[in-house]
T-cell receptor, first 116, second 114 residues
Framework: AQKITQTQPGMFVQEKEAVTLDCTYD???????LFWYKQPSSGEMIFLIY??????QNATEGRYSLNFQKARKSANLVISASQLGDSAMYFC?????????????FGTGTSLTVIP | NAGVMQNPRHLVRRRGQEARLRCSPM?????VYWYRQLPEEGLKFMVY????????ESGMPKERFSAEFPKEGPSILRIQQVVRGDSAAYFC????????????FGPGTRLTVL
């Protein structure tokens, strides 16, 4: 089974509108971390936001927020007030394994295009 | 405050040659991770190293691939006798500890095997 599932290969959003990128995860661990990364066309991976499995509040970082629904095992990324520079690939990732979790599992990504 | 450095950024090799990819972690980071990204795919974990130790190499192909992180100098991912299927982007990430810190990624090395 896939550890991280991103079901939206491509998304379009009008500039200044909000967009939600979906991510579901699969783990039997009680302790895990969820991450979102942005990969622009230049190729680097940029960390956006982190949510711990025990965090009770949804994480927020500027225009990014993570809609964490633990029972549904979903960790959707919400980008508010989209900008042209938000056009990129977005990857959801999970790190499991308690204090000694070694690796990230990445989804296949969602390509976001912001339309002027 | 330099981030994770990788070099070269682009590497072209012919089939059968060796590829050596270097990664210098962020200052103060002693944990290094290597990932491979095939075209149109997400990143796949390869190996996790601390200084002079391989902690987890469960994602490394059994043959031709090796990694090291010496006491001094960068971490090296070495691919011997490259084949066309090795063409990919190879990312290095580093973290301060092994606890849920975010991993900071380097810009990647794009390997093309002719």
């Amino acid at each position: 089974a896939q550890k991280i599932t991103q079901t939206q290969p491509g998304m379009f959003v009008q500039e200044k509108e909000a967009v939600t990128l979906d991510c579901t995860y699969d783990t039997s661990d009680q302790s895990y971390g969820l991450f979102w990364y942005k990969q622009p066309s230049s190729g680097e991976m940029i960390f956006l936001i982190y949510q711990g499995s025990y965090d009770e509040q949804n994480a927020t970082e500027g225009r990014y927020s993570l809609n964490f629904q633990k029972a549904r095992k979903s960790a959707n990324l919400v980008i508010s007030a989209s900008q042209l520079g938000d056009s990129a690939m977005y990857f959801c990732a999970m790190r499991e394994g308690g204090w000694t979790g070694n690796q990230f599992y990445f989804g296949t990504g969602t390509s976001l295009t912001v339309i002027p | 405050n330099a981030g994770v450095m990788q070099n070269p950024r682009h590497l072209v090799r012919r089939r059968g040659q060796e590829a050596r990819l270097r990664c210098s972690p962020m200052k103060g980071h002693s944990h290094v991770y290597w990932y491979r990204q095939l075209p149109e795919e997400g990143l796949k974990f390869m190996v996790y190293l601390q200084k002079e130790n391989i902690i987890d190499e469960s994602g490394m192909p059994k043959e031709r691939f090796s990694a090291e992180f010496p006491k001094e100098g960068p971490s090296i991912l070495r691919i011997q006798q490259v084949v066309r299927g090795d063409s990919a982007a190879y990312f290095c990430a580093s973290s301060r500890t092994s606890v849920y810190n975010e991993q900071f990624f380097g810009p990647g090395t794009r390997l093309t095997v002719l």
